[in-house]
């Protein structure tokens, strides 16, 4: 992700003169390219996310189109009021860009993961919300976000992510249907979409198509799709590399409130962090992390299997 989160940055570099790159002392390396191809256009503040935020409302209200970029948990978390002043209160365009998200930092520890940041971004009134399960998606999602009226936050993971498969555009506030199917769903956003996609397909190898209905973006959310798939499925499985307060889960527990008196038949199952307020101590890898919040291919399988055999008869 990171690497084409770099590349699309040149891009728009060369597309428009006002886009200009803000980071908190991160991204060695990964932003030569930029910093060489437009040395007045970069800018490193240091580890000062507040002032990251304030410069680039600064640089925003005169004109530019200002990203700004560091640690996931670092920007979304120390610089929180900053952003929601700075920037969502002026609904400037300013693109966050929070890098590490989830935990992609698993080994770092605590103070590294990011799983609460779409909890905290989300509110924020007005900032766009977008949450890329591959590099196909951050390059396609960043252009667009640079062209918004007002702020938006867009998470990236880290290197060697596959691309998120299936022939849906990749357009802001438009879920995508990866893989068709019915009576149970899995629902993702971010890089929970992979192997969610591998257990639907060694779930189809068994003879049960179950549905992957990936949402890159929580806000705006495509209520619309949810609601296509919801109207075919008996069990949601919501999957997501986040808390289970204020991500995905939450989106679609709202939802399926509202939508009671549309006779929306699904029951919810819930795979992440829990009960919501755990914290992963020490150094673990990602695999293990992973390992524990049930996001394998092999969990997520077994969790299909599981939610196959308690259908009720229709």
């Known amino acids: 992700m990171r690497r084409a989160f770099s590349e699309t940055l040149i891009r728009l570099g060369h597309d428009d003169p006002k886009v200009i790159f803000l980071t908190g002392d991160l991204g060695y390396q990964v932003f030569d390219g930029f910093r060489e191809a437009f040395p007045n256009r970069y800018l490193n503040v240091g580890v000062a996310e507040a002032q990251l935020v304030n410069c680039a409302a600064g640089l925003a209200l005169e004109g530019w189109r200002p990203l700004i970029y560091s640690i996931a948990s670092f920007l979304t978390g120390r610089a929180f009021e900053q952003i929601r002043l700075a920037l969502g209160y002026h609904r400037l365009p300013v693109v966050v860009v929070g890098a590490g998200g989830g935990y992609s930092y698993a080994q770092s520890g605590v103070t590294h993961h990011a799983q609460e940041d779409l909890a905290l971004m989300g509110?924020?009134?007005?900032?766009?919300?977008?949450?890329?399960?591959?590099?196909?998606?951050?390059?396609?999602?960043?252009?667009?976000?640079?062209?918004?009226?007002?702020?938006?936050?867009?998470?990236?993971?880290?290197?060697?992510?596959?691309?998120?498969?299936?022939?849906?555009?990749?357009?802001?506030?438009?879920?995508?249907?990866?893989?068709?199917?019915?009576?149970?769903?899995?629902?993702?956003?971010?890089?929970?979409?992979?192997?969610?996609?591998?257990?639907?397909?060694?779930?189809?190898?068994?003879?049960?198509?179950?549905?992957?209905c990936h949402f890159h973006t929580l806000r705006p959310f495509d209520e619309r799709l949810l609601a296509e798939v919801a109207g075919r499925a008996d069990i949601l499985i919501v999957a997501e590399d986040h808390?289970?307060?204020?991500?995905?889960?939450?989106?679609?527990?709202?939802?399926?409130?509202?939508?009671?008196?549309?006779?929306?038949?699904?029951?919810?199952?819930?795979?992440?962090?829990?009960?919501?307020?755990?914290?992963?101590?020490?150094?673990?890898?990602?695999?293990?992390?992973?390992?524990?919040?049930?996001?394998?291919?092999?969990?997520?399988?077994?969790?299909?299997?599981e939610a196959w055999s308690t259908l009720p008869n229709r």
């Open 243 to 305: 808390g289970l307060r204020g991500g995905l889960r939450d989106v679609v527990s709202r939802w399926l409130v509202t939508a009671a008196h549309h006779a929306v038949r699904s029951r919810l199952r819930l795979i992440g962090v829990g009960p919501g307020e755990t914290l992963i101590l020490g150094n673990p890898s990602l695999d293990e992390v992973m390992r524990r919040c049930g996001l394998t291919p092999e969990a997520l399988t077994e969790t299909g299997r």
């Open 123 to 212: 509110l924020i009134p007005g900032l766009t919300v977008t949450c890329p399960g591959g590099p196909d998606e951050i390059s396609a999602l960043l252009p667009q976000l640079t062209r918004l009226d007002g702020p938006s936050y867009l998470r990236v993971g880290r290197f060697g992510e596959p691309a998120v498969p299936g022939s849906a555009p990749i357009l802001v506030g438009q879920g995508r249907l990866v893989c068709p199917g019915d009576r149970v769903a899995f629902l993702t956003t971010g890089a929970a979409v992979i192997p969610a996609t591998q257990a639907a397909e060694r779930l189809a190898a068994d003879g049960r198509a179950t549905a992957v």
